[in-house]
């Protein structure tokens, strides 16, 4: 109860103070209780001070106590006890260390500071050491009530989670109290959602809650909210308020995203025939070559060199007829040909020497650039384009020594000269389609450096625009230097200032840059040897050259590149760098072009075989092709247009179009890279082959592919070819293939001839009289028919009169013979001469097919002549201190040639890089050279050089103790 006493002091005029107000409860006495009293110190209205004083009334002393009391106040400070909860209004308060102990009759207080004031009711429901106090004096006799409520709990993925129930009583008990409890299934299923749960839960005497804990079993299945039930039973103590609660699991899981699937379907075309088209000129766009209908296409050609060189013609001309190889050229899928010249073959009047007329009648009186305008007028015949590329000034092998564009001979006025010349004579011949305005400067030249003499950069400003002064169609291809802040790299493909200094031409979209770049088997440059070597290559690219294509600053022809695949790092090398002019610009395997781009053009070194470094696309014998070379540059060949003017027919172009599509929609972009793989069609002949990534964005399902077909007149069967899917990003491959079927529509049946074959023949030649040697004609097949052929004899280096008899005539095959023999007569002699050859050349052949239209004999020589020494010459063409480029001389004074030779000279510099010849071994200062693939024979009083570079300049002595082919030979220097 509570308890008011009026204050006793008088009030007038005074603020009277409210006195202790309080409210004592006690327990039966022996129940282990006390009493307990509750006093209202001071209440000032926002705040009270309360105090709590318990007195041990029973007849034992009380070892700790817990008093726990309800109180509409909020407690914020308390004194002289642990306060050690506060559920709501019911607080638990417990003894301090100094004073849980109270003797017989002793008391003990704690106070506190609570709010708000003007309390009207205090701390009430005391519950002191679990025993509910009243203030009857006696424990309550009504039993306590169970309850409990339902509950969620959120189910979890990669652990269990648990369900806490709680059991709570409604007051405290003196005795104990037990619930017996389990779990039963409701949506939810035991063992698979929840672990079976049951057992007793006990309420010790005092206690008021008990918790009951389940395992709520993990997954990660997409499924609705479940429930299940805690049942309770059989309680002994108390009363059962609730006898049942609701356990709802809620489910987080969600479907995982949709990634949907990719296919490509196949895809068939008629094939098409020859019609008349016209391809234009070619022009640029970003980083582009486009047609003249604005088609995005690719240069993939190959160098013929020769006519910078003293024979002043593309070689090869002594082993076959120059048709012929452009046919083979055009057939193995190159629609380009860079052609090599220097300045002194411009001039006029000059003759080319080393060409077979029994083989190339037609270019017998022509000069060196009417040999060239034959070569133009074919290419157009063949749909193939033409790049005039300035090798070197005085005719020879390699660049300029100087690294220059000019010489003392050839100035800079000269070499513009020249270009104008050419610019104006094919100005209305597209099959021309640019200059490449000088081949691999180096050593001395610069790049932006303003130096007039040295400035590589605006040297070629000042040729591009006298160039399209003349001719504005012709594209400019400029190459880059040596040496920049960059670094060193290869002659002529250091462009790396190209992109804060780039080539300013007057005429706009007519700039090609065009860098070299080769591989380990032509010099062993430093980043061969990084362990991350190839993948390296595509960061060095993009360093001295890729970056003006990836930025889309220009168009980029890799002008040359090749090897003999002879060095083991070569291989790894092209076929890196035959992804790179794929489109996979950074190595990663996809390729990074646009919808409808084509990746960098290119021309392969060398058609020739006598390139000493590299070999050729032919081998040795002028005829055969090395497969393995052409079989990598499939990839990226293109089919160009012709060009107009230049024939009026190419192929008609149908379609294969392939439709990519996704199984359903997404929300995502969606990529995926495809690229055409050639099988019985072949690239560059029978479709031109595309590679690149289409992109899906949301909402979009299907994309196309188209691939052109070239048309033929050819009856060949249907041909296939695959567009293979890579590379997914946000979606899955299902069909990865799509077949593309070329329908052949040529029925016309050609008439199957047998093929009539000539072999060559060799004969000794005898010291006098005459000897015989013999041609074999031979029939593929007997024929039916009767087969005809005329033959006549024709000079080569051995002259009819002298050499040998003229013969002429027909050879008749009668039904069934397949074999037939010319013999001619061949002049013995003493005379020391090389072996000498003749042609028995074939024409008008009837009811036969002829394989060859001439086969060559050869003399072989049986005469000799004393030995004699050759003379070398060595000239210093530049030297600035730290190096050095050189050239050496050799002329063949003997009667008879020289089939290879060696060199062997000691020289007190090292020689660094070498052309024209080949290093067989360095010794100290001793150096053993051999001859280049192409040199190794020296006619009597020819003259062959090679030049080389090296370090430490100042020369001062020549090469000392000269041996050629083991013999002590003169050197001169010419110093």
Same mark, same amino acid.
């Given at each position: 109860?509570?308890?008011?006493?009026?204050?006793?002091?008088?009030?007038?005029?005074?603020?009277?103070?409210?006195?202790?107000?309080?409210?004592?409860?006690?327990?039966?006495?022996?129940?282990?209780?006390?009493?307990?009293?509750?006093?209202?110190?001071?209440?000032? @209205?926002?705040?009270?001070?309360?105090?709590?004083?318990?007195?041990?009334?029973?007849?034992?002393?009380?070892?700790?106590?817990?008093?726990?009391?309800?109180?509409?106040?909020?407690?914020?400070?308390?004194?002289?006890?642990?306060?050690?909860?506060?559920?709501?209004?019911?607080?638990?308060?417990?003894?301090?260390?100094?004073?849980?102990?109270?003797?017989?009759?002793?008391?003990?207080?704690?106070?506190?500071?609570?709010?708000?004031?003007?309390?009207?009711?205090?701390?009430?429901?005391?519950?002191?050491?679990?025993?509910?106090?009243?203030?009857?004096?006696?424990?309550?006799?009504?039993?306590?009530?169970?309850?409990?409520?339902?509950? &969620?709990?959120?189910?979890?993925?990669?652990?269990?989670?648990?369900?806490?129930?709680?059991?709570?009583?409604?007051?405290?008990?003196?005795?104990?109290?037990?619930?017996?409890?389990?779990?039963?299934?409701?949506?939810?299923?035991?063992?698979?959602?929840?672990?079976?749960?049951?057992?007793?839960?006990?309420?010790?005497?005092?206690?008021?809650?008990?918790?009951?804990?389940?395992?709520?079993?993990?997954?990660?299945?997409? *499924?609705?909210?479940?429930?299940?039930?805690?049942?309770?039973?059989?309680?002994?103590?108390?009363?059962?308020?609730?006898?049942?609660?609701?356990?709802?699991?809620?489910?987080?899981?969600?479907?995982?995203?949709?990634?949907?699937?990719?296919?490509?379907?196949?895809?068939?075309?008629?094939?098409?025939?020859?019609?008349?088209?016209?391809?234009?000129?070619?022009?640029?766009?970003?980083?582009?070559?486009?047609?003249?209908?604005?088609?995005?296409?690719?240069?993939?050609?190959?160098?013929?060199?020769?006519? =910078?060189?003293?024979?002043?013609?593309? /070689?090869?001309?002594?082993?076959?007829?120059? $048709?012929?190889?452009?046919?083979?050229?055009?057939?193995?899928?190159?629609?380009?040909?860079?052609? !090599?010249?220097?300045?002194?073959?411009? *001039?006029?009047?000059?003759?080319?020497?080393?060409?077979?007329?029994?083989?190339?009648?037609?270019?017998?009186?022509?000069?060196?650039?009417?040999?060239? #305008?034959?070569?133009?007028?074919?290419?157009?015949?063949? #749909?193939?384009?033409?790049?005039?590329?300035?090798?070197?000034?005085?005719?020879?092998?390699?660049?300029?020594?100087?690294?220059?564009?000019?010489?003392?001979?050839?100035?800079?006025?000269?070499?513009?000269?020249?270009?104008?010349?050419?610019?104006?004579?094919?100005?209305?011949?597209?099959?021309?389609?640019?200059?490449?305005? /000088?081949?691999?400067? /180096?050593?001395?030249?610069?790049?932006?450096?303003?130096?007039?003499?040295?400035?590589?950069?605006?040297?070629?400003?000042?040729?591009?625009?006298?160039?399209?002064?003349?001719?504005?169609?012709?594209?400019? %291809?400029?190459?880059?230097?040596?040496?920049?802040?960059?670094?060193?790299?290869?002659?002529?493909?250091?462009?790396?200032?190209?992109?804060?200094?780039?080539?300013?031409?007057?005429?706009?979209?007519?700039?090609?840059?065009?860098?070299?770049?080769?591989?380990?088997?032509?010099?062993? $440059?430093?980043?061969?040897?990084?362990?991350? %070597?190839?993948?390296?290559?595509?960061?060095?690219?993009?360093?001295?050259?890729?970056?003006?294509?990836?930025?889309?600053?220009?168009?980029?022809?890799?002008?040359?590149?090749?090897?003999?695949?002879?060095?083991?790092?070569?291989?790894?090398?092209?076929?890196?760098?035959?992804?790179?002019?794929?489109?996979?610009?950074?190595?990663?395997?996809?390729?990074?072009?646009?919808?409808?781009?084509?990746?960098?053009?290119?021309?392969?070194?060398?058609?020739? !075989?006598?390139?000493?470094?590299?070999?050729?696309?032919?081998?040795?014998?002028?005829?055969?092709?090395?497969?393995?070379?052409? =079989?990598?540059?499939?990839?990226?060949?293109?089919?160009?247009?012709?060009? =107009?003017?230049?024939?009026?027919?190419?192929?008609?172009?149908?379609?294969?179009?392939?439709?990519?599509?996704?199984?359903?929609?997404?929300?995502?972009?969606?990529?995926?890279?495809?690229?055409?793989?050639?099988?019985?069609?072949?690239?560059?002949?029978?479709?031109?082959?595309?590679?690149?990534?289409?992109?899906?964005?949301?909402?979009?399902?299907?994309?196309?592919?188209?691939? $052109?077909?070239?048309? #033929?007149?050819?009856?060949?069967?249907?041909?296939?070819? =695959?567009?293979?899917?890579?590379?997914?990003?946000?979606?899955?491959?299902?069909?990865?293939?799509?077949?593309?079927?070329?329908?052949?529509?040529?029925?016309?049946?050609?008439?199957?001839?047998?093929?009539?074959?000539?072999?060559?023949?060799?004969?000794?030649?005898?010291?006098?009289?005459?000897?015989?040697?013999?041609?074999?004609?031979?029939?593929? *097949?007997?024929?039916?028919?009767?087969?005809?052929?005329?033959?006549?004899?024709?000079?080569?280096?051995?002259?009819?009169? &002298?050499?040998?008899?003229?013969?002429?005539?027909?050879?008749?095959?009668?039904?069934?013979?397949?074999?037939?023999?010319?013999?001619?007569?061949?002049?013995?002699?003493?005379?020391?001469?090389?072996?000498?050859?003749?042609?028995? $050349?074939?024409?008008?052949?009837?009811?036969?097919?002829?394989?060859?239209?001439?086969?060559?004999?050869?003399?072989?020589?049986?005469?000799?002549?004393?030995?004699?020494?050759?003379?070398?010459?060595?000239?210093?063409?530049?030297?600035?201190?730290?190096?050095?480029?050189?050239?050496?001389?050799? +002329?063949?004074?003997?009667?008879?040639?020289?089939?290879?030779?060696?060199?062997?000279?000691?020289?007190?510099?090292?020689?660094?890089?070498?052309? @024209?010849?080949?290093?067989?071994?360095?010794?100290?200062?001793?150096?053993?050279?051999?001859?280049?693939?192409?040199?190794? +024979?020296?006619?009597?009083?020819?003259?062959?050089?090679?030049?080389?570079?090296?370090?430490?300049?100042?020369?001062?002595?020549?090469?000392?103790?000269?041996?050629?082919?083991?013999?002590?030979?003169?050197?001169?220097?010419?110093?």
């Amino acid at each position: 109860m509570w308890k008011y006493q009026a204050p006793s002091r008088p009030h007038d005029g005074l603020q009277l103070e409210q006195l202790e107000e309080r409210l004592a409860l006690s327990g039966v006495p022996g129940d282990g209780a006390a009493a307990v009293e509750f006093v209202n110190i001071n209440d000032w @209205g926002g705040g009270f001070q309360g105090e709590i004083r318990i007195t041990n009334d029973e007849a034992t002393a009380i070892n700790g106590w817990t008093l726990q009391f309800d109180l509409d106040s909020q407690i914020g400070q308390l004194w002289n006890g642990n306060l050690q909860s506060q559920a709501g209004n019911q607080y638990t308060v417990s003894n301090l260390s100094w004073n849980g102990n109270l003797a017989v009759g002793q008391t003990v207080a704690f106070g506190f500071i609570g709010n708000p004031g003007n309390i009207t009711t205090g701390a009430t429901n005391f519950i002191f050491n679990g025993i509910a106090l009243d203030d009857g004096g006696g424990p309550d006799p009504t039993p306590p009530e169970l309850t409990t409520s339902d509950l &969620s709990v959120t189910e979890l993925d990669a652990q269990n989670a648990i369900a806490q129930v709680m059991l709570n009583l409604s007051k405290p008990s003196t005795d104990t109290i037990t619930v017996e409890f389990a779990t039963a299934p409701g949506t939810a299923t035991a063992g698979q959602d929840y672990q079976t749960t049951s057992g007793t839960a006990t309420f010790n005497p005092g206690e008021t809650s008990a918790v009951v804990e389940i395992v709520i079993l993990d997954d990660s299945e997409v *499924e609705s909210d479940e429930t299940f039930t805690l049942q309770l039973s059989s309680i002994v103590g108390a009363t059962l308020e609730t006898s049942s609660t609701t356990i709802t699991i809620l489910d987080t899981d969600v479907p995982p995203p949709v990634i949907p699937e990719i296919s490509i379907s196949d895809a068939s075309v008629l094939e098409g025939d020859v019609v008349s088209v016209a391809g234009g000129w070619l022009s640029t766009q970003g980083n582009q070559i486009v047609d003249s209908q604005g088609n995005n296409v690719k240069l993939s050609g190959v160098n013929w060199f020769g006519g =910078e060189t003293s024979n002043f013609s593309p /070689h090869g001309l002594w082993a076959r007829n120059w $048709q012929s190889m452009m046919d083979q050229m055009q057939s193995l899928g190159f629609n380009t040909i860079r052609l !090599p010249f220097s300045s002194q073959m411009l *001039e006029p009047g000059t003759m080319p020497n080393g060409i077979n007329y029994g083989l190339n009648p037609d270019l017998q009186g022509l000069t060196s650039l009417e040999v060239f #305008d034959k070569i133009v007028d074919y290419a157009g015949e063949l #749909d193939m384009r033409i790049i005039l590329d300035h090798h070197r000034s005085d005719a020879g092998g390699g660049p300029n020594l100087s690294g220059l564009w000019y010489t003392g001979a050839y100035p800079e006025s000269a070499w513009i000269s020249n270009w104008e010349m050419l610019a104006a004579r094919y100005a209305n011949n597209p099959t021309v389609i640019g200059a490449d305005l /000088h081949n691999e400067p /180096h050593g001395p030249a610069t790049w932006g450096s303003g130096d007039l003499s040295t400035d590589w950069r605006l040297a070629a400003e000042r040729a591009g625009n006298a160039v399209l002064a003349v001719n504005p169609n012709w594209l400019i %291809f400029v190459e880059g230097i040596q040496n920049t802040e960059a670094g060193t790299y290869w002659w002529g493909g250091n462009l790396s200032r190209a992109g804060d200094y780039p080539v300013r031409l007057d005429v706009a979209n007519r700039l090609v840059y065009s860098p070299h770049a080769y591989p380990a088997g032509v010099y062993n $440059q430093p980043w061969f040897s990084d362990p991350n %070597f190839p993948d390296n290559l595509p960061a060095i690219w993009d360093q001295m050259w890729g970056y003006l294509y990836r930025e889309g600053t220009a168009p980029l022809l890799l002008g040359e590149f090749g090897s003999s695949l002879e060095n083991p790092l070569d291989e790894p090398w092209v076929d890196k760098m035959i992804e790179y002019l794929e489109g996979d610009l950074d190595g990663d395997g996809d390729l990074d072009l646009g919808p409808g781009e084509q990746g960098i053009s290119w021309t392969w070194w060398s058609w020739n !075989p006598n390139s000493g470094d590299t070999g050729g696309i032919l081998q040795d014998d002028w005829q055969n092709v090395q497969t393995e070379k052409v =079989e990598k540059l499939e990839a990226v060949q293109f089919a160009l247009l012709p060009a =107009e003017g230049t024939g009026g027919s190419g192929p008609e172009i149908t379609t294969l179009v392939f439709e990519v599509y996704l199984s359903e929609v997404t929300t995502e972009t969606v990529t995926v890279a495809y690229t055409t793989v050639a099988g019985s069609a072949t690239a560059g002949v029978d479709f031109n082959p595309v590679s690149g990534t289409l992109t899906f964005l949301p909402g979009q399902t299907m994309q196309t592919i188209e691939v $052109q077909v070239l048309g #033929d007149t050819i009856v060949e069967g249907d041909e296939t070819l =695959e567009v293979e899917l890579s590379s997914p990003s946000g979606v899955t491959l299902l069909d990865d293939t799509g077949l593309g079927t070329i329908l052949d529509n040529d029925t016309e049946t050609p008439v199957e001839l047998p093929i009539l074959s000539l072999a060559g023949a060799t004969v000794t030649e005898g010291d006098s009289g005459t000897t015989i040697v013999t041609f074999e004609l031979t029939l593929s *097949e007997a024929s039916s028919e009767t087969v005809t052929v005329d033959f006549n004899t024709a000079d080569g280096s051995a002259l009819m009169g &002298s050499d040998y008899q003229a013969l002429n005539g027909t050879v008749t095959f009668a039904a069934g013979e397949t074999v037939k023999t010319v013999q001619v007569a061949v002049f013995s002699d003493e005379e020391v001469e090389p072996d000498e050859s003749f042609f028995l $050349q074939l024409a008008n052949v009837s009811n036969a097919t002829l394989a060859q239209t001439s086969a060559l004999a050869t003399i072989l020589n049986d005469d000799s002549a004393p030995t004699s020494d050759a003379a070398v010459t060595f000239d210093v063409a530049d030297d600035w201190g730290s190096g050095f480029v050189a050239g050496m001389t050799l +002329t063949n004074p003997f009667e008879t040639a020289l089939n290879g030779w060696t060199l062997e000279f000691q020289f007190d510099r090292d020689i660094t890089n070498i052309w @024209g010849a080949k290093i067989v071994s360095h010794t100290g200062n001793t150096y053993v050279i051999t001859n280049a693939a192409w040199n190794g +024979t020296i006619q009597p009083g020819q003259t062959i050089d090679f030049g080389f570079q090296g370090v430490s300049g100042n020369i001062i002595l020549p090469p000392q103790n000269v041996f050629l082919n083991g013999q002590p030979v003169s050197l001169d220097f010419l110093d």
